[in-house]
């Protein structure tokens, strides 16, 4: 059975999770890349993986989800920062 805390942390995985998703929409949508900062998506990419070992270091589901989707989020607008570049 899954203990109330990791509830909890799923909870919070899918929530800030989500809230990623509605930038990479709008981005591939409008093709619109000039207000994303590339030394932002850069750092935040890294700051992303770390928290991805790092779930993976603890053996923790939460941490691990979250971190792999948002990965993927932040190499997709790395990626339309640079396809998009007017």
């Known amino acids: 059975m899954i203990e109330s805390v990791e509830v909890l942390g799923l909870l919070a995985a ?4 989500a809230s990623f998703l509605p930038q990479v929409y709008r ?3 409008t093709k619109s ?11 935040f990419e ?3 993986l ?5 779930g993976f270091l603890i053996d923790s589901l ?7 989707v948002t990965a993927i989020s ?3 607008l790395l990626y339309f920062k640079f ?3 007017r």
């Open 33 to 43: 890349v000039e207000s994303l900062s590339l030394s932002m998506l850069i750092i």
């Open 62 to 68: 939460p941490v691990m989800l979250a971190n792999f």
């Open 50 to 54: 770390c928290w991805l070992v790092y």
């Open 74 to 76: 932040g190499f997709l």
């Open 27 to 29: 981005t591939w949508k």
């Open 83 to 85: 396809r998009y570049k």
């Open 14 to 17: 899918v929530l800030t999770t």
């Open 46 to 48: 890294a700051g992303v």
